[in-house]
């Protein structure tokens, strides 16, 4: 008993970790992937929501998984488990989705871009983040700036084949509308190849983690229930405590 009850706490303690983890990930997804997943054009949850709300699950109930097992309480434990197995599933389907859907997810990308770039003149929210896209990746449409010169935006400039000030690796002095012979002071790289790599490492990242917290947990759940077997329930207590 002593030993269940030490290894399941230790577990605990792993597990508000990877909660706590979770839950940083989610503010860091919400701040530097936000511009990326709003511009896909295919629809998927809201991921940084989905990271805080389950990190901030996992640190709640890695405390109560710490007090279920100094507590020796048979039916938190039994929640727990079941906890732990909701979880599982979660991160187990979160997981080879990242890893099975990522080419999907690349091409919702790309078409995202390029729907971006046909209505920057008409859709302030998406030409904002592109404009951050390019800022801060350096890159310029999504193959390469020709992508911009042959838009409709480019057309209703003065001077046609023209990029936005995003393209400038410079801010001041920048020729870009029109632009200079050679395209001198633009980035001459497309976003598409930086934003797949950029988002594919991360979301190998993401579900690798999420399958390796899920292993981990298997032994959470083996941890929970057997120590949940081996308390007495109220009334076997009651019973052996009443004088003969």
């Known amino acids: 008993m002593a030993f269940l009850k030490l290894s399941l706490m230790g577990f605990s303690f792993i597990f508000w970790t990877a909660g706590l983890t979770m839950f940083t ?32 699950a996992v640190i709640v109930w890695g405390f109560l998984g710490c007090f279920s097992a100094a507590t020796e309480h ?21 997981g ?15 078409n995202g871009l390029g729907a971006a770039i046909q209505r920057y003149a008409e859709d302030e929210e998406k030409a904002n983040a592109i404009d951050d896209i390019q800022r801060t990746l350096d890159c310029c449409g999504v193959e390469s700036y020709r992508d911009w010169v042959a838009s409709p935006w480019s057309a209703e400039q003065l001077t046609n084949g023209s990029v936005p000030l995003s393209c400038c690796t410079v801010r001041r ?6 632009l200079a012979p050679g395209a001198r002071g633009i980035y001459q790289h497309g976003c598409f190849k930086k934003i797949y790599d950029f988002v594919n490492d991360n979301l190998f990242h993401i579900a690798t983690g999420a399958l390796g917290l899920a292993v981990v947990q298997v032994m959470g759940i083996v941890l929970a229930c057997l120590l949940a077997s ?3 329930s109220p009334e076997v207590q009651d019973n052996t405590s009443a004088p003969l």
């Open 74 to 94: 048979k039916w938190l434990l039994r929640s727990y488990g079941v906890f732990q197995i909701a979880v599982l599933i979660g991160g187990l389907s979160a």
């Open 173 to 178: 002095g920048c020729q870009n509308n029109p």
């Open 25 to 56: 990930a989610g503010i860091w997804a919400k701040i530097s992937l936000g511009s990326y997943l709003q511009l896909s054009t295919n629809d998927y949850p809201n991921t940084p929501i989905i990271l805080l709300a389950t990190g901030a």
């Open 230 to 232: 081996r308390i007495p």
């Open 96 to 110: 080879l989705s990242g890893l099975f859907y990522r080419k999907d997810i690349a091409e919702g990308f790309r």
